[in-house]
């Protein structure tokens, strides 16, 4: 089937209006007519060419919102009318231990939403800046929260998962001092999901205009990271520091703010390395360092269900499918509070 979508030809180019070819629903398969979909920064990059490897034509997009319009004749997880969401996911090998653990985001088949590996045409995935999207029923998520709350909902499955993740992973609860690094479209979701699940929230921001912004999104402080006597009053006290930044910087300044046996998890992804932390900042307090990427289906599953019930979404600003040019501009000067979501029907 034919639909619109935004996608560009060339990193050089434009996003702008084309026409893609969707496959027909096979037995295992969700139809998805898209609502909404989110604006990441990886769609950026990816479209224009500044990640290598860019299979052209780029449709990006995988922080979608829809609803079922047809299924499979073997699908029994999805019916016709069902509110849905598909993230970054669209297939793995599903028969590896990290599949088998519902860990598809580490499965070394993992197929991203958009230029992954498929026998569709073109020849690799198209994503969620379309009218439509064909998914596996396994990758597809089912939305429970209102519908006047489904264009929030979409960065939830990226922005919300790879914060969740590891939040849920290091225990984040009750009685436990949780540190937010860096206060934009991951942080913000992090602030939110860590105040939902009971912890203590710091926010760290090298900005003294977001501190009444982040209170606002649940901290229960904020903590600007160049006064060198704020950080301090914070010095070995945090079980989990998560990390949100997306550019080199002093891990040392915070890995110290870590009590004995705390971890700091990074999910932002630098273009360049962080400079190398001090190894005597780990081994003296048996400290560590670790990482996260998005989340496994299930997990996925679990946070769309724990912030359904608790009433968290991210806070957007709505696009139309021809402002996304603008949007990428202003997302690079950091101009959004603070994710865009493209509302697919102003294709």
């Known amino acids: 089937m034919v639909v619109k979508a935004y996608g560009t030809p060339a990193g050089d180019a434009p996003l702008a209006p084309l026409n893609i070819t969707r496959r027909m629903p096979g037995a295992h398969d969700v139809q998805i007519g898209i609502l909404f979909c989110g604006i990441c920064h990886s769609d950026l990059h990816q479209a224009r060419g500044e990640w290598a490897g860019t299979l052209y034509p780029c449709v990006p997009g995988h922080e979608i919102v829809g ?37 598809e985001n580490y499965c070394d088949g993992m197929i991203g939403t958009y230029n992954g590996p498929t026998p569709d045409a073109p020849g690799h995935t198209l994503g969620g800046y379309s009218q439509e999207v064909v998914v596996h029923e396994r990758y597809v998520l089912k939305i429970t929260h209102p519908e006047d709350q489904l264009a929030a909902v979409a960065p939830l499955l990226c922005a919300g998962i790879t914060t969740w993740s590891p939040l849920r992973h290091w225990g984040t609860g009750p009685g436990k001092k949780v540190g937010v690094v860096g206060i934009g479209g991951l942080g913000h979701m992090g602030i939110k999901l860590a105040h939902a699940m009971g912890a203590h929230v710091v926010a760290f921001t090298t900005s003294e205009s977001k501190r009444t912004d982040a209170l606002k999104l649940g901290a229960d402080q904020v903590v600007v990271s160049r006064n060198a006597a704020e950080m301090a009053v914070h010095a070995k006290s945090f079980d989990l520091i998560l990390n949100t930044v997306a550019a080199p910087h002093d891990l040392d300044a915070f890995l110290v703010l870590l009590k004995r046996d705390g971890t700091m998890t990074l999910v932002g992804a630098p273009a360049t390395p962080h400079p190398m932390p001090n190894v005597f ?11 996260s990427m998005i989340g496994g289906i299930p997990e996925t599953q679990e946070m769309l269900d724990f912030c359904a019930k608790h009433g968290v979404t991210s806070d957007i600003e709505m696009i139309r499918a021809d402002e996304i040019e603008t949007a990428y501009e202003r997302m690079l000067k950091g101009d959004v509070k603070y994710r865009f979501v493209m509302d697919i029907g102003t294709m």
């Open 67 to 103: 609803r079922v319009t047809s299924v499979g004749a073997h699908v029994t997880s999805h019916r016709p009318g069902d509110l849905v969401g598909v993230g970054c996911i669209v297939d793995s090998c599903r028969h590896c231990s990290e599949c088998n653990d519902g860990l």
């Open 281 to 291: 900042n780990l081994i003296m307090r048996r400290r560590s360092l670790a990482g």
